[in-house]
């Protein structure tokens, strides 16, 4: 089975067809969608902003991100479940966007970008909690953060556009 033969499978689930074929289902789950990932961009720009000594500055690294990350971490778990839903409802369609792939490859990179932050840089945190600037390593970190969230952001936006 090909990636192409699954989409169209799961376009043909009950479910898929019930969010396609109704008036209210799709604009609800992609208003949640928009919702949710507005919270996680917007959260994950408050941290990245202070890694980059924009704003916060009293606040240290650790206490904003314990603050902020509970909130981006379960709205970033509503915004795929509720892009999943949108995305089974017309997976072939999907399949073919090439903003929708874009997306994916960002939200990929931007996931690598926090793995490699979190498993060097931030191993030290301790060391550099209030301290501006940040290590170098951490305002890169961050700099490619927004680049791949804004980006996502463009992308999404972009799938409803290309047929």
């Known amino acids: 089975m ?7 499978t799961v376009e043909n689930w009950p479910s898929s067809v019930a969010i396609a074929e ?3 289902m799709f604009p609800t789950i992609e208003t949640v969608h928009v919702l949710a990932l507005t919270l996680v961009v917007g959260s994950i720009a408050m941290l990245d902003l202070r890694l980059l000594g924009v704003t916060t500055r009293k606040l ?4 904003l991100a314990d603050e ?3 909130w981006t971490w379960g709205a970033f778990v509503v915004a795929l479940l509720s892009g999943s839903l949108m995305v089974t409802s017309a ?3 999907y399949y073919n966007n090439i903003p929708f792939r874009m997306k994916l490859v960002l939200l990929a990179a931007a996931g690598v970008n926090m793995a490699i932050l979190h498993f060097t840089t931030w191993r030290a945190v301790h060391d550099w909690n209030y301290t501006l600037p940040t290590p ?3 305002r890169i ?6 680049v791949f ?3 996502v952001v463009f992308a999404g936006r972009w799938i409803g556009f290309v047929k």
């Open 2 to 8: 090909t990636l192409l033969d699954l989409a169209r």
């Open 22 to 24: 109704s008036e209210w």
């Open 60 to 63: 240290g690294v650790m206490q």
């Open 68 to 70: 902020v990350l509970p």
């Open 91 to 93: 997976a072939t369609k």
């Open 136 to 138: 170098r390593a951490a």
């Open 141 to 146: 970190a961050a700099t490619l953060s927004l």
């Open 149 to 151: 969230w804004i980006g």
